[in-house]
């Protein structure tokens, strides 16, 4: 494979600051099979590197070795776990619906193995004298179908769940539901901001209008909204409730061993490489090679299959922060969780969209200039947080003197109580504490009754002290 720069007609820019999209016209059916063949074998070989690499960071955040015994380093641990897997006994639940049950772990894989299609590597190159795109394909709304791929993935979650016919898994499946439509709204909402300043929805379009500035800088709140919702996104740590071992064994995967765990294990990794990919595309240049490496030589290291190393280097930094908050943080309790979502993400995400919408409006349609219009928001903001200081602090409500009795079993299964909530009394500790009482005051009783036995035939007539008592005493 040779490499080439990019053509005017490929990837470029035209007049008037238009993108162009990427051109595949010159692909055959042989560079597209070259194109599926070659994601796939990333994204598997990539599962098994990412696996060690948290290993390895993990346990050099809490001062061990990490994996240090199968091949160099280690790389070779990741494979022996995924041959154990292979040969491990495969069993099968009575219960569950065998079809939904067998299927469910595949339809999580197959929708996380769709995302790649659309993500730009790099470039137009020179693959085998053909002049191509380091991409499968693209299309004018690139972005919708990576948010429809990604919300089809639940699927295999809650079907899976569902079909085990067990209660944590049902219950682990029910959590990924709620877990996705609310951290989806807002993951999507903070992408809508980059399609306003982008002015498509393609991902190659997207990448090229990062050219001159990358859209995390301009649109930081949108990146931080994303950033945190991707990680609800794929149940990783401090979000990973659909799966808490402390609550639901093992979540929705509880009743499922050997390759159909590991299918669900497969999935969540590749969805973790799918979400760091869509931010290093949507904010992080793409595969554009950071300043001041992009200004070496008129741009030398942006053509060619260069690119290919700035993505991948974006890309594993994003999965360092994944291992890096799984080392660090704790998991929310679920109304955390929720509320989190519901009534911080997703308002500021709305506020966001009408601010960045607004800006662009005066932007296009008036002659404001730019300076201007930053430093009257900039006042305007300073303006509103003047007068949040004097909203007097709302009263707390005057909590009961006693908790509240939570019934646990109200609902048909028992549910543990909420903070300021407490079991009633257990009717069995109560006939115990009552037998003990019973038994120490019959015990107390006889006792005394001993002892005054004692001390009236050992002292009968002990109304004064002796002397020698007294002098003893003084």
Known sequence: ????????????????????????????????????????????????????????????????????????????????????????????????????????????????????????????????????????????????????????????????????????????????????????????????????????????????SQTTIWWFLPLLPAFVIYFISMVGEVNRLPFDLPEAEGELVSGFMTEYSSMKFAWFFLAEYINMLNVS???????????????????????????????????????????????????????????????????VLIPVALAWIVAVAVIQGVRQFTDVDLTTLLIGLGVLAVLVIAVTFLIPERKEPARPAEPEVFDPYAGGYPVPPMPGQVLPPSPRRARLAAQHATTAGTGATASTGTLTAAGTAEHPTDQHPTEAEEESRG
């Open 1 to 208: 494979m040779g490499s080439g720069p990019t053509g005017p007609g490929v990837l470029g820019l035209v007049g008037g600051g238009e993108v162009l999209p990427a051109d595949f016209s010159n692909d055959t059916w042989w560079i597209v099979l070259i194109k599926a063949v070659g994601i796939i074998v990333f994204l598997l070989t990539s599962v098994l590197i990412a696996i060690w690499f948290e290993r390895k960071v993990v346990a050099r955040m809490q001062v061990r070795p990490g994996p240090n015994v199968h091949g160099p380093f280690g790389l070779l641990q990741s494979l022996a776990d995924a041959m154990k897997l292979l040969v491990k006994e495969d069993m099968n639940v009575k219960a569950a619906d065998k079809v939904v049950y067998i299927v469910a772990p595949m339809i999580s894989v197959f929708a996380s193995l769709l995302i790649f299609a659309v993500i730009p590597l790099g470039p137009a190159v020179n693959m085998f004298g053909v002049i191509t795109p380091l991409q499968l394909t693209d299309f004018p709304v690139a972005v919708l179908y990576i948010l429809a791929a990604a919300s089809f993935g639940v699927y295999g979650i809650v079907l899976g769940g569902w079909s085990s016919g067990s209660t944590y898994p049902l219950l682990g499946a029910v959590r990924s539901t709620a877990q996705v439509i609310s951290y989806e709204l807002a993951m999507g909402l903070s992408l809508v901001s980059v399609f306003l300043l982008a002015g498509s929805m393609s991902t190659s379009q997207i990448v090229q």
């Open 277 to 343: 990919a869509i931010a290093t595309t949507l904010f992080f240049g793409g595969w554009r090679a950071p300043w001041p490496i992009s200004a070496i030589n008129d741009g030398m290291f942006n053509e060619g299959w260069w690119p290919v190393l700035w993505f991948l280097a974006k890309l594993w930094f994003f999965m360092f922060l994944f291992v890096w908050i799984r080392g660090t943080l704790l998991r929310f309790r679920y109304d955390q969780f929720m509320s989190f979502g519901w009534k």
